[in-house]
């Protein structure tokens, strides 16, 4: 797990590498200097993420949502759009839409590891959040999977997939598999976003003195 600072570090040099704004998902501690490295972070989109091995995996959808207020479990955390978690998807590399992934079992693997999966046995992951939806027959539930190619089968069970909530009597108003957790978010606090911007602003600073330093006009001058 890496430290907030190294966090820090780690992100201001992905975004402004490169020579262009590069957006980069980095894992950071929820309890500051703790190691927990239970939050990813979205640099790109100043969000952060709740992994979904830490917490929210098989409870309900209002089981979690009556727990996003002062001293609750998931305490300024919401539950997260079909399009932000489709977002966070693809700024890890992998495709959005639902179905199969061929060639893309290390990356899927990759993005589960680091937001945290919900199913977990030898080569194999899987991750399956519950998301914010306003009324029944929307998308509720989406998952990445990521299991090795069996020997002749060229796309391999790597898939994106994606669920309909179903009517009252269903998994959206009742408790949830043990194995579903949820896609859970919040804004970047305020005292990460200036750590990012100082972070940011002695890397430019370095970048520039370098380039002073081994200008050819400065060296003509000497």
């Known amino acids: 797990m890496k430290s907030l600072l190294s966090s820090v570090v780690l992100a201001t040099a992905l975004c402004i590498g490169g020579g262009g704004a590069k957006a980069a998902l980095v894992s950071v501690d929820l309890v500051a200097g703790s190691g927990d490295g239970q939050i990813t972070r979205d640099t790109e989109r100043g969000l952060e993420w709740l992994d979904h091995d830490a917490g929210s995996l098989g409870r309900s959808h209002a089981d979690v949502s009556s727990n996003f207020g002062l001293g609750g479990d998931f305490e300024g955390f919401r539950y997260a759009t079909r399009d932000e978690v489709e977002a966070l998807i693809v700024e890890a590399g992998l495709p959005a839409e639902n179905g199969p992934m061929p060639s893309m079992y290390a990356g899927a693997l990759a993005f589960i590891e680091l937001v945290g999966g919900t199913i977990h046995s030898p080569g194999d992951a899987s991750l399956l959040g519950v998301m914010e939806y306003t009324r029944l027959g929307d998308y509720f539930l989406k998952g990445v999977v990521a299991e090795p190619s069996p020997i002749g089968d060229p796309t391999g069970h790597t898939y994106i997939t994606c669920c309909v909530a179903p009517d009252a009597t269903g998994f959206g108003l009742g408790d949830p598999p043990a194995l579903f957790s949820s896609w859970l978010v919040r804004p970047v606090p305020e005292p990460a976003i200036a750590g990012l911007l100082v ?17 050819p006009v400065r060296r003509d001058l000497e």
């Open 199 to 215: 972070a940011a602003l002695v890397v430019i600073g370095v970048t520039r003195l370098r380039f002073v330093i081994e200008s």
